[in-house]
């Protein structure tokens, strides 16, 4: 049964029937697939969300919402998603442009990075690298365990969310947090563009002062079948996101096996030590597309400033 | 009624209970001026938001949780020496015993208006009921603080029935119309009575006893809002225990502080003679030693750790730049001079005893600076960042003035409970129809 699970799973996989796991967020799910029906529609192959391959009438399908989910229903989750993100190192040139991708696609300030790219050295000997960091979206998050109000949680689909409704902005999570992933709304969000949109912490938008706020990995996005702003961003295609329940991730040029990405290009978890199981891997800055210098061009002397430790 | 010892005792306290002197009247009414300085920075904060705090990003929480820590320890301290005191029956120490009651309520009352001032979105505080999560730290002390609350000032009232007693009959002060009233009503029609004295004396040996454990508990929980996160600092099992024995080192030296003034102001050298400052010089050196030993545990072992995080944490306290001197002055205030001062016979007097609390005081104000905000600025990856108060904290005026009106407030609870009773329980005192004075552990010479 488990064999034919994973062969069911390859079949979907290489035929991409169902258009392959970006338009999974709108992909069509059963109507009433317990009934038999006797229509004589067109007969179509779909996986359920607990991996198993079933053959339906077309008629009897229906498209999901691809509208982002508001209050209870923000905190299930999508059901039998997985998400996963791999960023590749060697890809990475500092360009910045999944910060500002990000900023513009949550209305944050120019200076609220949810995604932050650092300069890192492993040991003197090593060369330097750019190291791009989202929220890692632990397994075992320690933001979520000390949250007093139950107002950042965890989803089945992997992601930490924060519902700033019930956020009371006690920032406990932000000194728990060892990647310092979370960013408060220290005061009142600049003036918007996106005005009158309904609150959902699917797009943590808009931001409310006294709250906290943080990459919320797009579950707007994948729900209409688009990938996340930061990996859409990236000039260079380090951002890979996906579904690991699909084994499928995809930097927007190409769509890999997750399994076999992080298996050929010897990924890591960043502190693994700690035990928060993160869902965001890098990939070793092993075959670099860019010396590391050329994140450096351009930049002024304050910011110059900012890796005199590490260079 | 004769003018017994004790009446003339009571006598003492003519201000500020019976009339209010204008010195009480003038400290009053600075702390009131303090506190709406205070008050004006806590609309700036809530109008514009935190930002007009020194925190960000990094270091989350700054001077707030530090006076948090502080007044919750003198809080927890007051309780555990309080209950200490009454359980032992000890004589000498009974005069004592209401001050540590009384700053105990006060660090108890204090202490939360710091945290509430670390919230973002104070409209929401409820949330803390509505929304409770138990594996929450934060939720384990919001039970541990209003359990303590609880605790306390029910024991500070039982604690204080007899002196309203004795106060509702008094005539050797005249009390206002409302005054009498309300001591009638608080004394609960205490007639001093076999019956009524047995169950009193059960009801503060209750609560004595529960207080104890109930505040080494609530000090650990404190202790583990930041020891059970991941950050080098903070996550360590020393944590708990390094608490509650600062908080206890803060209780007895501000103990010693309020004892001195008391014996000034109201001329107590009989009840509080400089052998009491003597014996509480001794428990002060107990757990100055005590905190020494802590202070070496926690920053040896992280010398030998040699995780690169761990040591970037441990340059900062020593390095001149970075939190060296603050380091060096919490070392010098709480450990160095103490230890000097106390351990020579010489030097030992009522008033170097005092002087070296007040040092304590301000060098365990200075510990708890040093326990919250290097930390928070040395996270596991390092801060490349361009805005330099993201980088390092530095407390705003906002901040300061806030802090100060936290002390004021306090002031102004020792004010009101001064109105209220007299610092000494005069009536359980009178019980004993003798003032008991501890003696020396051997006899010197001038004696």
Known sequence: MEEKN????????????????????GLSVLNGCTKETSEGGEKIKVMTTDGRLVEVDSTSLKSVSTEPAVGAEARKGIPGRKFVMVIDLGRCKNAGACTTSCQKGHDLAADQDWMKILLLRNTKETEPYWFPKPCFHCDNPPCVKVCPVDATFKRDDGIVLVDNDRCIGCKFCMSACPYSARIFNWEDPPESEIEDVEYSPETSVPAKVGTIGKCDFCPDLSRKGELPHCVTGCPNGAIYF??????????GEEMVRLQTLLTDRSAYRHLEELGTEPRVYYLPPTERMFPYERGLEGLSEEEMALYDDIL | MENSVFDQLLAKFKDPISKPSSSWWILLVAMLMIIAVGLFALIQQIVHGH????????????????NFIFFLGIGYAGAILAGIFHLTRLQWAKPLHRIAVWFSLIG?????????????????????FTHARIQSPITWDVMAILTNLILVSTYLYIAHIRDFAKLRDTDVFDLPKWKRKLYNKLALNYRGTHEQNHR?????????????????????LLAWLFGMSLRPGWHSTLFAPEFILVAIYSGVALLIVLMWF??????????????????????????????????????????????????????????????????????????????????????????????????????????????????????????????????????????????????????????????????????????????????????????
């Open chain 1, 6 to 25: 994973i062969q069911g799973r390859r079949n979907f996989f290489r035929k991409s029937l169902a258009a392959g796991l970006m338009s999974a967020g």
């Open chain 1, 242 to 251: 996906g579904d690991a329940n699909e084994d499928a991730v995809s930097n």
């Open chain 2, 51 to 66: 930002i007009v705090t020194g925190m960000r990003d990094h270091v989350v929480w700054g001077v707030f949780i530090v």
């Open chain 2, 108 to 128: 108890l009352c204090v202490g939360p208006i710091f945290i509430f001032l670390c919230v973002g979105r104070l409209d929401r505080i409820h949330y803390l």
């Open chain 2, 200 to 220: 009193l004396n059960r009801a503060q040996n209750g609560l004595a006893a529960t207080m104890i454990p109930a505040a080494i508990v609530a000090d650990s």
């Open chain 2, 262 to 447: 008391y014996r000034r102001k109201y001329q107590l050298d009989n009840l509080m003679t400089n052998q009491h400052f003597q014996y509480a010089g001794y428990l002060l050196l107990l757990l100055c030693l005590g905190f020494a030993y802590f202070t070496l545990s926690e920053y040896i072992t992280e010398w030998y750790n040699i995780n690169e995080t761990h040591e970037r944490w441990l340059d900062k306290f020593l390095t001149i730049g970075e939190f060296g001197i603050m380091s060096f002055a919490a070392i010098g205030f709480a450990i160095v001079i103490p230890l000097i001062i106390l351990i020579i016979p010489r030097f030992r007097n009522a008033g170097s005893i005092t002087v070296v609390s007040g040092l304590i005081l301000i060098g365990l104000w200075l510990k708890r600076y040093l326990i919250i905000v290097p930390t928070l600025e040395t996270p596991h990856l390092p801060i490349q960042d361009i805005r330099p108060e993201y980088v390092n904290y530095q407390a705003t005026w906002v901040e300061w003035s806030l802090s100060l009106a936290g002390f004021a407030l306090g002031v102004v609870l020792l004010l009101l409970l001064n109105y209220l009773a007299p610092s000494i329980p005069v009536a359980d005192i009178e019980r004993d129809d003798e003032i008991v004075v501890p003696k020396p552990f051997y006899k010197t010479s001038n004696e």
